[in-house]
DNA sequence: AATGAATGAGGATTCATTCAT
DNA sequence: CATGAATGAATCCTCATTCAT
């Protein structure tokens, strides 16, 4: 995560601290005194960078969100596309490098998730721009795979959807219910079996 | 939902309210005096009735728990069982009434989903037990449609975990992220054909 | 002072307690924590009753306002007018009725003059209003006697605004200033003679 | 004003920015990061320079002090007494005097008559030394224009009161309540005509 | 000489909870 | 039984001030 630099010890203890314990108790059951303690600073301190308690949040949580979501962008999108590669394999370098990010940044996934879940007004202010972050994105590489053929026949838009409800479902149980630290390559193997084939004979 | 019967109008409107509110807000962030001010009684009645904030939560939760998972158990799943239907069958009856029942109790569900994500501590209590509940009933099932030979050869639990996370990701992107009052049926055939062949040709 | 009935004793105390503290230091450079302390109560009940510091500080001002300005007003003006006096009766009975009511709610005053002249925000408010009333009302009495021929040739609101200087000086700097109890008749009859006839010989 | 001079670029930046703002909003409702912000300098070259906020203020309001009561000192009155002129144009001089020096350093009045109206302690401190200053030097005037048989029969000191008390109104009113930027001469006329001469026709 | 970083002490305000009536 | 009154403990945040660089 590209956090700010030149943050001093006590500046970076400071966002350590809130990351761990905004993922372990959530923003709400977590005061800026706690914050303060676990660092060892001054709370004064933690308001003299951040202002408020909120934009604190917000400045672990954006950069987060800005390398969840686009990062699988242009770069990761077109290089994959060129390549003579079937959607199973976009599918598994996309989760595997997901994955790999995540496990990484588990506690700031971990804080995202669950302010989005529990924060109506910061869901309401970020869900349309992942929304349509995501869509845009995405659906150019079903549109492409689509056109090979690769796909049964149902709208692209249906196929976004559910790669969406099922994706979310599996990093959220895994990261943020389960806890887990990584999610192993036979799991991933398996979810891709299942968007790819379902599970009838 | 079948709350304790023979509430007062004062105490219905008390978790009428509280449903309401931490639904919307979540449970750390509705006072108890937001509360009473919304269900118009004193604060004091309401620790009368609940002795503190998290039983009154809890009072919420558990009965909704209690039908949102083991209502499944043995009466629906010997009856479906019994009859002579597929999997996809079984799936279907399965989501359309879970569907029904949280569109019911919509804002009962935000409030159990928002409260298991967010409260570490909840989430450690609850898991495991509903966990438990949901294997024991669903393996059984999966059992039961294996030998008849609907499922690809992937281990009957690999089939549990994906189902799992796709149903609980469909759930919980509707009826918590999304807000949605319920899901038509059409989206449910949708959810029901990726399950069973996935996406591929 | 005719402040809302039926306080219990500590509500009592915390009005009392504040009349006193913001006289004697000022709104600002007194904390709702000595407030608590000197009433011999929590801050909370304090916070419960006015909500915040600032209502706190109305909810004395507004009252002393309403008794200090309007008090002047039909009662008094018209009965004064109505007999056969002076204008220096009227201005003696005015001064005395005006010195007996402030002697009996100094702290009150002082904290009124103190928060008009330090609180921008609050001049702006109630300066206008106040000049209004007080223009309005007074202005009929200068008509009325300036009619009769008792004063020297200048423009009513060039004596009103003298008036309103003087009188004000008055007050403020014996009540506010010099912190004292009350004004001797002594002291009331150089006023009037200053008032009526100046200093020249 | 004769502050100290040799001020450099910032320490000039910082007084004008602490009188604008304790003109404002008052000494105690200004931070001294706001002044910092406003002056553009560091709140630590606030602090190397003046020591104590408190300190600052006073750096502020005794240049001031001096200048506003003894400035019609000596010099001034003297001249005065020895020109043949009349208690009238006495007075007439040093309102005009007096309007002249406040309009131009209304600012910093501002902050004077409301720190001395609110600082209980500050007040204290000057009142005595300003009375002793204002009485010891107009009292030679007033016993001089009264031996010449110019005033009513009244005590001196009385005369000296109601002067006061007036003149203190007339400035305080204008320059603070009012926040005007000057008095025109024709109400320091209306003035010195009530002063001289009362209301009484 | 100037400042960025840091803070202890205190600021207003909120909260869940208790209890006498 | 219901509630108005009351509160201790905490919450977020601000302030004047210090100090190493």
Redesign the interface.
């Known amino acids: 995560m590209h956090l700010p630099e030149k943050l001093t010890a006590k500046q970076e203890r400071i966002i350590e601290s809130a990351i761990r314990l905004f993922a ?3 923003y ?2 977590t005061s800026t005194a706690e914050i303060a303690k676990a660092a060892e600073v001054s709370e004064a301190s933690i308001f003299k960078q951040y202002g408020t308690k909120d934009k604190l949040l917000l400045s672990l949580i954006i950069p987060c969100l800005k390398e969840l979501f686009p990062a699988m962008a242009d770069e990761v999108l077109h290089t994959v596309m060129s390549k003579a590669v079937t ?2 394999d976009f599918l598994r370098g996309f989760l595997k490098n997901r994955v790999e990010f995540i496990s990484e940044n588990r506690e700031i996934f971990q804080v995202v ?2 302010e ?5 007004e910061l ?1 309401n202010e970020l ?1 349309p721009y992942l929304s349509e972050i995501v869509t845009s994105r995405l659906s150019k590489v079903i549109a492409f795979f689509r056109e090979r ?6 709208p692209a838009d ?2 976004l ?6 994706v ?3 990093f ?2 895994r990261f ?2 389960l806890n887990l630290r990584s999610i192993d390559d036979r799991e991933i193997e ?2 891709i ?9």
């Open positions: 372990e108790k959530g709400s059951n959607f199973e998730i669950k989005i879940v529990y924060k109506e869901k869900l053929g690769e796909f049964i026949d149902i249906t196929i959807k559910m790669l969406f409800t099922f979310g479902g599996f959220v149980s943020v219910l398996d979810a079996r299942f968007v790819m084939d379902g599970i009838r004979k």
